[in-house]
């Protein structure tokens, strides 16, 4: 008997995926340019507001993380994450100062923003660190960095972890709220960023070994078949939207 074996996609084949379906957006909307006619730039609107959905298995999104965050920062080893329903599981381990540490945290997705200007991953936190293992440069400063997580969790009531990112310059945080935020390695890859300026990704939601990408087309970029000014434009509009000038 035949055992039939699947291979995930990479994370380049995933890409490929995100710009062939802005590639077909883009042939829907010039079909709607070639039919204009009085109400065709309605049409042209409400094709790209349809939201359309990019699928990332959990493989892809931990060789993405290595690729763009973990070859990128030096005081981290290791960064992947174990996708569930509605919330996820991150793995870290640091190396800095003289601490190993092999960290762990749940954590839920706030918000996901990829376009043209940013690309940020939105966490909040939901349980405190778990410390999976340390170890240090000397004995002292192991008992050290114990007590300082025993008291952070015990008598502040908080938790060292976006502290501890925001120090190697991973993620800032605010409250419970930690921000992760990829353009700065991004930037550096030109496909990418040219898909981003056709697709931008507005929101996600996490599923069991998946997160699965809310994504629009970008109008602008698109009807200006990539050039600085725009072939249609507002002016275009033959039904121009009422303004809230009241003139008496």
Same mark, same amino acid.
């Given at each position: 008997m035949r055992t039939a074996t699947f291979e995930l996609p990479?994370?380049?084949?995933?890409?490929?995926?995100?710009?062939?379906t802005s590639q077909q957006k883009s042939v829907k909307i010039i079909q709607h340019l070639g039919e204009f006619s009085q109400n065709s730039y309605e049409k042209l609107e409400n094709a790209v507001e349809q939201e359309f959905f990019v699928p990332a298995n959990q493989t892809q999104l931990n060789q993405a993380l290595e690729r763009f965050v973990t070859n990128n920062v030096d005081a981290i080893l290791d960064l992947h994450l174990d996708l569930h329903e509605n919330w996820l599981r991150l793995y870290t381990t640091v190396n800095t100062y003289? *601490?190993? @540490?092999?960290l762990a945290v749940n954590l839920s997705l706030v918000h996901v923003q990829l376009d043209r200007h940013h690309q940020r991953f939105v966490f909040g936190q939901l349980s405190n660190t778990d *410390?999976? @293992?340390?170890?240090?440069?000397?004995y002292f400063k192991t008992k050290a960095v114990r007590l300082a997580v025993w008291f952070f969790h015990k008598v502040l009531k908080k938790d060292p972890l976006g502290m501890i990112l925001q120090k190697i310059n991973l993620v800032h945080q605010k409250e419970e709220i930690l921000y992760l935020d990829i353009g700065r390695w991004l930037k550096k890859n030109q496909m990418i960023m040219d898909t981003l300026k056709k697709v931008q990704v507005n929101h996600g939601f996490l599923a069991e070994e998946q997160l699965v990408l809310k994504a629009n087309a970008n109008i602008a970029e698109i009807i200006s078949l990539g050039t600085d000014k725009l072939v249609i434009s507002e002016a275009d509009n033959p039904t121009p939207k009422p303004t809230n000038d009241n003139k008496n």
């Open positions: 990479t994370f380049d084949e995933l890409k490929q995926k995100l710009q062939q003289g *601490v190993f @540490a092999n *410390v999976l @293992a340390l170890h240090t440069d000397n």
